[in-house]
């Protein structure tokens, strides 16, 4: 069984940063793609950044050149370097791996105080 097991969210003052991790686990070939997912209070959970596992990239509009996507492919790991945060880039954050079918992991809260 797959599992996404996040870490590095917490609070942070505006203008700070945050590197968020996920190790995925549980089945024996690499992700196709990974990468993290967010959702505020009353939105739609939306792409943040996707990373193919031959390096390709994808951010969304509002977090390029503030937010990195990596990953070591060794690990199955994906990070998320997140620099000159905003109090709008509060929201449950939601590391993703596409094999054969989409995992989602339980989520990490990031604040980002005013």
């Known amino acids: 069984q797959v599992q996404l097991v996040e870490s590095g969210g917490g609070l942070v003052q505006a203008g700070g940063s945050l590197r968020l991790s996920c190790v995925a686990s549980g089945y024996s070939l690499r992700p196709n793609t990974m990468g993290w997912y967010r959702q505020a209070p009353g939105q739609k959970r939306e792409l943040v950044a996707t990373?193919?596992?031959?390096?390709?990239?994808d951010y969304a509009t509002s977090v390029l050149d503030r937010f990195t996507i990596s990953r070591d492919n060794e690990k199955n790991t994906v990070y998320l370097q997140m620099n000159s945060l905003r109090p709008e880039d509060t929201a449950v954050y939601y590391c993703y791996a596409h094999y054969t079918g989409d995992y989602w992991g339980q989520g990490t809260q990031v604040t980002v105080s005013s």
């Open positions: 990373i193919t596992s031959g390096g390709g990239t």
